[in-house]
């Protein structure tokens, strides 16, 4: 079994920003500068999709950088650094739910919600289907899919999210959640079903239910 330091060694060669967050953890001047200017605007993007929340998202990723440089002496790595990071941000979020979960909240029954029914963000996106001839704008697909997101439930969120814009690996994702590689197949095989009933109208999306699998083979990833 190889050492703390056989592994730190390891992911320093290759991985970047584990070699920025050594400097951090060295105390080297505008190392942890460097560090949040690289990750912020990736962080903010992920915690806005899990929360939902503009201003909250901002305070949660802050409140992630403010763990890393608190936790930087202790900093060993184990896997690539934005493994480790995204684990902080998805504890965080995870706390910040819990906590809105324990406060009161009046439920309306389910037949009494409103002329939209009970999930009417998802009625809004389906109403808003565009006509045929109707070709979408980049912020217009994009609010469009941030919409669809939401409707997923809190782990295939997370699981789209980190395998489609953090471009991260099933282990890695596994290791993020805390959960098996196989149960992160299964959160983006659900998750997919749905994101292609409530896109259906706007964008083409592919049917194969092995086209993950050959992204994978193409990169040269194991699934």
Same mark, same amino acid.
């Given at each position: 079994?190889? $050492? ?11 991985? &970047?920003? *584990? +070699? ?8 080297? &001047? =505008?190392?942890?500068?460097?560090? *949040?200017? +690289? ?6 993007? *992920?915690?806005?999709?899990?929360? =939902? ?16 440089? +608190? $936790? ?42 409103? &002329?939209?029914? &009970? ?76 994101? +292609? ?10 049917? $194969?239910?092995? $086209? ?12």
């Amino acid at each position: 079994m190889a $050492s703390t330091g056989q592994t730190s060694g390891f992911y320093a060669l290759r991985d &970047p920003d *584990v +070699r920025l967050m050594l400097r951090v953890r060295a105390d080297e &001047p =505008g190392a942890f500068e460097e560090l *949040v200017a +690289r990750f912020q605007n990736r962080l903010l993007a *992920v915690m806005r999709h899990l929360c =939902g929340d503009p201003e909250e998202a901002e305070d949660l990723a802050q409140e992630v950088f403010l763990r890393v440089y +608190r $936790s930087r002496k202790d900093y060993h790595p184990q896997a690539k650094f934005s493994t480790w990071l995204f684990t902080i941000a998805n504890n965080l979020a995870s706390n910040s739910r819990r906590r809105k979960l324990r406060k009161p909240v009046t439920q309306l029954p389910l037949n009494d919600s409103g &002329p939209l029914g &009970p999930r009417p963000q998802e009625n809004l996106l389906l109403d808003r289907a565009p006509a045929p001839d109707h070709r979408l704008n980049h912020d217009e697909l994009a609010t469009v899919v941030q919409e669809a997101l939401a409707q997923l439930n809190e782990r295939q969120r997370l699981a789209v999210i980190l395998n489609k814009f953090e471009d991260m690996s099933y282990q890695e994702i596994a290791e993020v959640m805390n959960i098996s590689t196989k149960a992160v197949k299964s959160l983006l095989s659900r998750a997919r079903s749905e994101l +292609r009933e409530l896109l259906r109208g706007y964008v083409e999306m592919d049917q $194969s239910p092995d $086209s993950e699998a050959t992204v994978r083979a193409e990169k040269g990833e194991s699934a």
